[in-house]
């Protein structure tokens, strides 16, 4: 448990610089973002914890430049989701593993949605399906982390803000690593 959590550390020690092209934030101040968005919304620690790893399949897979550019699909939500699923539990790894889809799902129920993307999540829609149809959302919906899968990918696409990044990278990683704790002993003492 704690040598996967130092694993997920180091890729963003040493990977949380990276920026996909048309996107405005580094990889460790999305994933702060996101987190902290998740903690000011009251969701709880294995959300929050979601939240902040959502996008850590991107780093796991460590493939060079921005994926989409090449037509690439990485599948970083299904990568990250099998990396944190044994330490953390499903309540963490499914809207990992969800928030592609929850993507498809709002531009497919939501008209304005789409319009609010950023470069980089509307050349990946193309690539992950497109919008989602009728049935697909009826599917989706009955997820049973659905609610958490969008309230994760709203705060995915509200977490691209270049001036907002309150810690110092040292803070950051170290609140990071602080919620991985606490989650991961929640979890432990639940299986």
């Not at 959502?54 to 099998?82: C, K, M």
């Not at 980089?120 to 697909?136: A, I, K, T, W, Y």
């Not at 609610?147 to 995915?156: C, E, G």
Request: aromatic fraction near 8%.
């Amino acid at each position: 448990m704690q040598k996967m959590m130092n694993t997920l550390l180091a890729l963003y020690e040493q990977g949380g610089d990276q920026v996909y092209a048309g996107e405005s934030v580094t990889q460790l101040m999305h994933a702060w973002q996101c987190g902290r968005l998740a903690e000011k919304s009251g969701a709880s620690a294995a959300l929050q914890l979601a939240s902040w790893l959502h996008d850590v399949g991107h780093l796991w897979v460590n493939l060079e430049g921005t994926p989409t550019l090449r037509g690439q699909d990485d599948v970083h939500e299904s990568i990250g989701a099998q990396v944190l699923l044994p330490v953390f539990g499903l309540a963490v790894s499914e809207p990992v593993r969800l928030h592609v889809q929850a993507k498809r799902y709002l531009v497919g129920t939501r008209e304005i949605y789409a319009s609010k993307l950023s470069p980089d999540s509307v050349r990946s829609l193309r690539l992950q399906g497109g919008p989602m149809g009728p049935q697909e959302c009826a599917a989706f919906e009955s997820e049973p982390f659905f609610a958490d899968a969008v309230k994760l990918r709203v705060w995915d696409d509200l977490g691209k803000k270049s001036a907002w990044f309150e810690d110092t990278r040292h803070d950051a990683l170290d609140h990071l690593m602080q919620l991985m704790h606490r989650v991961a002993q929640v979890h432990v003492t639940q299986i």
